[in-house]
């Protein structure tokens, strides 16, 4: 029997763009969504923030991408229909999706309020669903998810800007609440610490760092800013194994590892303590039309801010698509 079409695999048509090779080069998708089952909350997409794990997988550069792919894995928008057994959401409410759409739910990780970390986790895009399908991101037009992976947003935090919490804000913040006096590296401040001086002047005065890059660097610098009983924290994942010397750990005790977004639990923690705080992140919003621009920026690290896709304005069928494309190049 032929494989079914993409829009031909479930009842709720859906369109976005997808990367359909190693070229990473995203372009308009026609694909489906399932119809929303008795648990699960579907919602209209409004903005999709893009992470650099976006560029590796688009590109393949774990060497774990199935195509066609649609990326995008902070997702925010309004919930349009929910299921019979839904009880914690309902139509109108904002919401959105991290990076998991599903996970055993009886395991010790997922009963410890840890379904990142369980074995049979089910990542938002570019996963096998529990029917065999693939599952598709948030550079689309409508979401639909079981309740459990869906977080909702209060009502004072701003879609566009809330959307990168959904990924960069977790996976900083569940580290950082795993560890005390904890600090923060990052790309940004990775860059500025190469000057020399600021390097040799830190030496030995953190007692931690969560290092955020997610492209090669060497960790030995890093390594060097520790204490004694210092702890690097990885959560950024470069597409090539990063060189690691057993000595500079060996002689302050000093450790390395790593961590993976958060738990839904955390996450609703997390964006809950945003919204009392009124944090949300610096962003640059974008239309769809520019994604592929954005995703070579991301590559040059070209970004002052996060990228975050006004979905709900900007994506367009095929047919509009190539009025657009006939009309403005």
Known sequence: MAAKLPEEEH??????????????????????????????????????????????????????????????HEIVGVVSEV???????????????????????????CTSNLENYCAEMILTYGAKNYDGTITYGGYSDIMVADEHFIVRIPDALPLDATAPLLCAGITV??????????????????????DQDQMKA?????????????????????????????????????????????????????????????????TQEMINFAAKHNITADIEVIPIEYANTAMERILKADVRYRFVIDIGNTIKSTTEFNLYMYFNF
């Open 11 to 72: 009842p709720k048509q859906a369109f976005g763009w997808a990367a359909r090779d190693e070229s990473g080069v995203l372009s308009p998708f026609n694909f489906s969504r399932r119809a929303t089952g008795e648990k699960d909350v579907c919602f209209k997409v409004l903005y999709c923030g893009m992470c650099h794990s976006d560029l590796h997988m688009v590109k393949n550069e774990w060497g774990t991408s199935t195509y066609p792919l649609v990326p995008g």
């Open 173 to 194: 913040t569940s580290p950082s609440k795993k560890q005390e006096a904890l600090g923060h590296l990052g790309a940004d401040s990775f860059l500025v610490s190469r």
């Open 83 to 109: 299921g019979s057994k839904v009880e914690k959401f309902r139509v109108g409410d904002k919401v959105g999706v991290g990076c998991i759409v599903g996970s055993c739910r009886s395991c010790h990780n």
């Open 202 to 266: 830190a030496m030995g005065t953190m007692d931690g760092i969560i290092d955020t890059v997610s492209a090669m660097h060497p960790l030995l610098p890093l390594i060097g800013l520790l204490k004694t009983n210092g702890k690097l924290v990885l959560v950024g994942a470069p597409e090539k194994p990063l060189e690691l010397a057993a000595f500079p750990l060996l002689m302050g005790r000093k450790m390395v590892g790593g961590s993976g977004i958060g738990g839904m639990e955390e």
